[in-house]
């Protein structure tokens, strides 16, 4: 007897949640693309689904308790479903899931995404445990039919997985060993997004720039990046994210001479101390790093610089910090992510002592915070009177104002007097009249 009704005429329903980075949210989408494939049907909510997807996302802090937490709220109304845990915790935590949480049925990791329909056969087939948990792949997940949600911004994976060991990072164990994909599959797939109205790509990877093209053609990232900005019809070209040591002047080359990538990037540096960075595993120096970030400052376009900062690395000191604090002085970062260290599972860093308490982590990050948030305030207002194209992403009906987002992927809201036609998915000259730390404000100038 078949444990679901799945063999019947019946649709099969699905809800999917995700947590994480946009290499998660976009793994959903494609995802959601393999179920639509095989005939399942996506609903919004976990209530009206038979299967419940649950991506999840294991970077920092508790996130493990977080996803039980989860599952048990999905169980409370789950009788006669099925719950699928996806994602870096999926993969982290492995068949454990099944004991700690015994109404799942499917554990999946990212790297065994391909294997998604043999997994759901072997569901529908009355499996009550099934896993895609190996590691050992040089697969990526390409999927015929991929459901986006953003209608003007597509996301497309180059690069899964990480080759480095960075001390503190989940991510080598979580997403498996890198896998580039060939360039013309990423080409295609850029030719199909505009066919069907995208003029905004964003490249992802863990380690994006550590792009190689597996075939003969052998790009490289830059030619990668310089290729897919050349595509007709594309206007943007972003990506995310970059590791400093295979960040070469190639890149910046490339957004010198191609007017359609955006004057952005995001250089996670981490640390500005050389000592942290070491015990980092990081494999560049401070002065490696400010290399790299000499040759964006050199170039004619005004290329806006972002990072990740992680403060209370075990072994931290006083002036370690103060280097950090230095470096965002120094390089004058238009926007950063900043993160409290936290211990993950497998890593090299529980090893370390001089484990930092969690109240003077919590008081260095405030310290990182402000310090930037000042810096934020400094380089906006150096936009204002400026006039800077943007692309429309929504429309803020409390304010009137429409939600605009710059080459530099700074958000401007602006208002235009006068038009009442949609302007959403569109690109509008806006002339920037006020500043704040995180965001501008302006007018439309056509
Ligand atoms: N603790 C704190 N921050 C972390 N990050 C990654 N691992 C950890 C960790 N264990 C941060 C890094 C990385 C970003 C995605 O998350 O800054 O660049
Ligand atoms: Fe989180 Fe990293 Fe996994 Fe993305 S790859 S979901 S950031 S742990």
Redesign the pocket.
């Known amino acids: 007897m078949l444990r679901f009704p799945y063999n019947g005429n019946r649709v099969k329903t699905f809800y999917i949640e995700t947590f994480g ?1 946009q290499m998660n949210a976009h793994d959903s989408e494609k995802v959601v693309g393999t179920l639509v494939g095989q005939g399942y049907n996506q609903v919004e909510t976990p209530e009206e689904a038979e299967l419940v997807f649950y991506n999840t996302c294991s ?2 802090d508790k996130a493990e308790q977080k996803v039980f937490h989860r599952l048990q709220q999905f169980k409370r109304d789950g009788k006669g479903k099925t719950f699928a845990v996806l994602g870096c915790v999926a993969q982290q935590e492995g068949e454990k899931i099944f004991e700690k949480a015994p109404h799942v049925s499917l554990v999946c990791g990212s790297a065994s995404y391909n294997k998604l329909p043999e997994l759901l056969v072997q569901l529908e087939s009355g499996n009550r445990r099934v896993t895609g948990l190996s590691l050992d792949t040089h697969d990526t997940f390409e999927t015929p039919i991929t459901r986006r949600d953003n209608p003007h911004r597509a996301y497309i994976t180059i690069i899964e997985g990480c080759d480095k060991s ?1 001390a ?4 080598p164990f979580t997403r498996g060993p890198e896998r580039s994909r060939t360039s013309a599959s990423v080409i295609a797939e850029t030719l199909e997004l505009v066919r069907s109205g995208y003029s905004e790509i964003q490249l992802l990877g863990q380690n994006v720039n550590s792009y190689r093209d597996p075939s003969p053609a052998g790009w490289d990232f830059a030619a990668l990046l310089d290729n897919v900005g050349r595509v007709p019809g594309i206007r943007r070209v972003r990506f995310t ?1 970059s590791h400093p040591r295979d960040f070469v002047k190639g890149i910046i080359d490339a957004i010198e001479t191609n007017p359609t990538l955006c004057n952005h990037v995001h250089l ?1 540096v ?1 640390s500005g101390s050389s000592r942290i960075l070491e015990a980092m595993q990081r494999l560049y120096t401070r002065e490696e790093y400010l290399r790299r970030i000499e040759w964006m400052k050199a170039s004619s376009r005004p290329i806006a610089i972002s990072t ?3 403060v209370g690395f075990p072994g931290e000191t006083e002036a370690d910090l103060e280097a950090t604090l230095a470096l965002l002085e120094e390089v004058e970062y238009d926007s950063i ?1 900043s ?6 599972p497998n ?1 090299a ?1 529980l090893e370390l002592g001089d484990h930092i308490s969690e109240e003077e982590k919590t008081r260095r990050l405030a310290i990182v915070q402000e310090k930037q948030r000042a810096i934020q305030i400094r380089r906006n207002a150096a936009w204002v009177g400026t006039v800077e194209e943007c692309m429309v992403e929504g429309f803020n009906k409390a304010t009137g104002q429409w939600i605009g987002r710059t080459s530099q992927n700074k958000l401007l809201n602006f208002l235009r007097p006068g038009g009442d036609e949609d302007l959403l998915g569109s690109y509008v000259d806006v002339r920037v009249t006020r500043a704040g730390p995180n965001s501008l404000a302006g007018e439309a100038v056509n």
Do not use: L
Not at 339 to 344: E, H
């Open positions: 980075c970077i920092r960075c503190y990072c989940v991510v994210t996670p981490q990740d900062i992680i992510f993160f409290k260290y936290s211990r993950r890593t860093a």
